[in-house]
């Protein structure tokens, strides 16, 4: 298996209500639904007040490297990140568990 962790940063000025956050997070949350390459999908936005905390997170796992790479090449997800593109960064990991 393998978990695929993004952890998303909002612009500067940019809030959670923003209309483009907000459709930016309903394309992520039908994810789950969408990809069948999906063995586990959970997102948030951080409870934390820490500087060095992101803003919003995603925790998946899909079962292969041939999975992973079908999930993101799914046109549900591209469209979903083209949304993200416009007002935040990410950073990704994915490990083998």
Do not use: C
Not at 14 to 30: I, M, Q, S, T
Not at 46 to 55: F, G, K, L, T, W
């Amino acid at each position: 298996m393998i978990r695929h962790l993004v952890l998303f940063k909002l612009h500067d000025g940019v809030r959670r209500d923003d209309p483009r956050v907000v459709a930016g997070e309903a394309a992520f949350r039908a994810l789950g639904g969408q990809i069948e390459e999906l063995r586990f999908w959970e997102l948030g936005w951080n409870v934390s007040e820490r500087p060095v905390a992101y803003d919003f997170a995603i925790n998946s796992a899909v079962e292969d490297a041939g999975a992973l790479k079908r999930y993101l090449e799914h046109p549900a997800h591209q469209a979903g990140v083209a949304l993200w593109r416009e007002f935040a960064t990410w950073v990704v990991a994915d490990y083998e568990f």
